[in-house]
């Protein structure tokens, strides 16, 4: 299988990633799934994504449990503002990564955080329409009602105490070059100074958009 199949997407392979977000009062609930890139994908039990719409833009946040203790993880916040011209439903890696223009894709920092000996790892962040933070391409956010959202969690190893501060907040910091999947762009490798950690992308949560493309 080779590497963009196995990354299968900073988003999900569309054959076992098909959102299961619920609603409750205009918020949004989706469950939290191994990332495909680390073999066969399940629900991780007693964790949960939560995604909140407005017309000025959007609030997301994870609560999730099997985080490696003592590593960096850090929150990727992945908006496809044109998911109808997507090649599968949801929307894939491919899409995202080789077919950017076509989904008007971007990818954003959402957070990070040193997780504890309890596995456990707690995320939010605010988004309003426009740029993201740390975007790896320039699209930003554009809507609101229409937007696909894919949340992906990457783990950069073990605590690098001089280095703390970057890799709490960039995409790649401490890690090797050889660790970062082939389909990142330029932009993604960028972030931060590599080092002696492998990176992993370990989890992912997806909301579909509400609204059918027409």
């Not at 850090?74 to 908006?79: C, G, I, M, Y």
Request: net charge negative; proline share 7%; glycine share 10%.
């Amino acid at each position: 299988m080779n590497t963009l199949s196995r990354f299968a997407a900073f988003t999900l392979a569309a054959a076992i990633s098909t959102s299961t977000a619920g609603h409750a009062d205009g918020l949004r609930f989706g469950q939290v799934q191994t990332h495909p890139s680390q073999g066969e994908v399940s629900v991780v039990s007693k964790a949960e994504a939560r995604l909140h719409t407005s017309t000025e833009g959007i609030h997301v946040s994870m609560y999730t449990k099997g985080l490696a203790p003592g590593h960096v993880h850090t929150l990727w916040l992945v908006t496809i503002n044109n998911p109808g011209a997507c090649e599968a439903t949801p929307c894939t890696s491919k899409d995202v990564l080789k077919r950017t223009t076509e989904v008007d894709a971007d990818v954003g920092y959402a957070g990070g955080i040193v997780v504890g000996n309890n596995g456990r790892g707690q995320f939010a962040a605010y988004q309003p329409i426009g740029d993201l933070s740390g975007a790896w391409f320039e699209a930003g956010l554009k809507n609101t009602s229409n937007v696909e959202v894919h949340l992906v969690v990457n783990d950069h190893g073990p605590v690098i105490p001089s280095r703390l501060p970057e890799m709490l907040k960039t995409y790649r910091d401490g890690c090797t070059d050889e660790s970062i999947p082939a389909p990142m762009p330029a932009s993604a490798r960028a972030q931060g100074e590599p080092g002696p950690n492998a990176c992993r992308l370990v989890q992912f949560s997806i909301f579909e958009p509400e609204e059918t493309p027409s």
